[in-house]
């Protein structure tokens, strides 16, 4: 039986397969993105499982990157924790940590793309405005009152926020997609909101942090991953995932797949990755 065929199988892995039978990738490379806002709980394990297991199985590499984007809940505490959680597991991350906070400066100047192309603008409804306005799973939401500014407009408005010039909830940047879409995820959602607070990497350099639809595709895309797995509540986010890289002057599109924790052929899965080699041979 040769190394492909002893593996376990799911429909990652399938696609994982197909990829590199047509020469879409030539090599994989996955990451596990937690944000460091508290302990890691089983499901957890079960991603770090799967991704850095496939990575394994695959000779590709998998990043531990740090999805640190809210300093208001975030610690250093946390960071050395998962870390451990990872070693202790039996993984090691492929080259340096990465953390999404590397990437602030290229995030603002893709925020400005989107603004530049008239797909993005500065919104001053407050966040329950939002909500209301959002809509529900039965009726379409409404345009916020503040969405047609001029590109000139956002743009000051945009480095207004950066530069302070707001209080916390006064003002936020929104995707401009489309308020009557049935996936809500896609109704003009926050890309940056405002927060005055010390961030663990970046220190008072920043008082607006990017939202996590904006930051994971993009953060996957200049790292070079190439199969982007989340679990099944992320799906519609696929969506956002999608039309973020698509909208910006990204070399690259990494795509997202979605696995249920449930599913039969996922749990084989990581089941196997996650025993102790003694017990594998004694299955």
Known sequence: MSEAEARPSNFIRQIIDEDLATGKHTTVHTRFPPEPNGYLHIGHAKSICLNFGIAQDYQGQCNLRFDDTNPVKEDIE????????????????????????????????????????????VDELSADEIREYRGSLTAPGKNSPYRDRSVEENLALFEKMRAGGFEEGKACLRAKIDMASPFIVMRDPVLYRIKFADHHQTGSKWCIYPMYDFTHCISDALEGITHSLCTLEFQDNRRLYDWVLDNISIPVHPRQYEFSRSESGIHRDVQAQAEPAGDRQAR
């Open 78 to 121: 946390y960071v050395e924790s998962i870390k451990n959680d990872v070693q202790w597991l039996g993984f090691n991350w492929s080259g340096d940590i990465c953390y999404s906070s590397d990437y602030f400066d290229q995030l603002y100047a893709y925020a400005v793309e989107l603004i530049n192309k008239g797909l993005a603008y």
